[in-house]
């Protein structure tokens, strides 16, 4: 694990709640943790909880992206995770809860769409992520996630 120079509050919302420090595709893992509890927020939540749920990570995070990145001197360092934590989320954003519970392979696909626009940055996604500082950082997570959000609404449309 490697020793990064923050404070254990700060790094621990970065890194959701570890995941991020994960030795091989942290930000994979940091997906696959919200994916995980996205079943039980589903499970008491209404529509449009997702939504409220990136929009409400990727503000807050933001204070704490700029810290860690400060304290550390790095630019988007790898175990920053909680934007992936944002853009997963936004994906699930165009689906209704009660179809990710009846349909819980929908969080699989909706996994393996947002990773896809996370690795590849097609579609503008590049240009965000070039946008300096926590921001830039923050934004090409949840743009992908509207990407990744809208293949996964026309699969569920399909079906």
């Known amino acids: 694990m490697p020793k990064i120079k923050t404070d254990p509050f700060t790094l621990l919302v970065v890194t959701f709640f570890g995941s991020g420090l994960s030795p ?3 930000g994979t ?11 039980p927020i589903a499970l008491v939540s209404f529509s449009g909880c997702f939504f409220i749920a990136a929009l409400l990570v990727f503000f807050l995070a933001l204070p704490f992206v700029v ?3 400060r304290d550390t001197k790095t630019e988007d360092p790898g ?3 909680i934007d992936e934590v944002a ?5 699930f954003t165009f689906i209704a809860p009660e179809v990710l519970i009846a349909r819980p ?3 699989l696909l909706g996994l393996a769409f947002f990773r896809f626009f996370d690795i590849l940055k097609p579609l503008g996604i590049k240009k965000l992520e070039k946008i300096p500082g926590a921001w830039g950082v923050m934004l090409d997570d949840l743009l992908g996630g509207i990407y990744a959000g809208v293949m996964l609404w026309a699969v569920v449309c399909g079906l």
Request: charged residues 5%; hydrophobic residues 65%.
């Open 67 to 69: 810290k860690a990145m």
């Open 105 to 107: 392979w929908l969080l």
């Open 24 to 26: 091989k595709a942290p």
């Open 79 to 81: 175990w920053i995770v």
């Open 87 to 91: 853009g997963q989320w936004m994906t």
């Open 29 to 39: 893992a940091g997906s696959i943790l919200a994916t995980l509890l996205a079943y």
